[in-house]
């Protein structure tokens, strides 16, 4: 199987910045997309950036100029930058990653991002 786990998270407050990690071990073969999504409580979960193999990136509009994903395919890990964070930045963040040969996604178990006002 295929196991994701976070890093990262933390308290910090509004204007500052956090950097998320996670790394996929386990029965890889070819990982497709990587991502980060988030929850915030009372809300559904969001996309907030993704990342292809090749690097093409894509961010929610709320996190564009802001936040930077990247991801090392040697290592299978996947990064996410958070500058100039703001409060409503708060929530649970969870970190996918598509398993080509198996044709499904895989999550992290979440890390908590708090930005205080």
């Known amino acids: 199987q295929v196991q994701l786990v976070e890093s990262g998270g933390g308290l910090v407050q509004a204007g500052g910045s956090l950097r998320l990690s996670c790394a996929a071990s386990?029965?890889?073969?070819?990982?497709?997309?990587m991502g980060w999504y988030r929850q915030a409580p009372g809300k559904q979960r969001e996309l907030v950036a993704t990342?292809?193999?090749?690097?093409?990136?894509n961010y929610a509009d709320s996190v564009k100029g802001r936040f930077t994903i990247s991801r090392d395919n040697a290592k299978n890990t996947v990064t996410l930058q958070m500058n100039s964070l703001k409060p409503e930045d708060t929530a649970v963040y969870y970190c996918y990653c598509y398993i080509i040969s198996f044709n499904r996604a895989y999550w992290g178990q979440g890390t908590q991002v708090t930005v205080s006002s």
């Open positions: 990342i292809t193999s090749g690097g093409s990136t």
């Open positions: 386990g029965s890889i073969f070819s990982i497709g997309g």
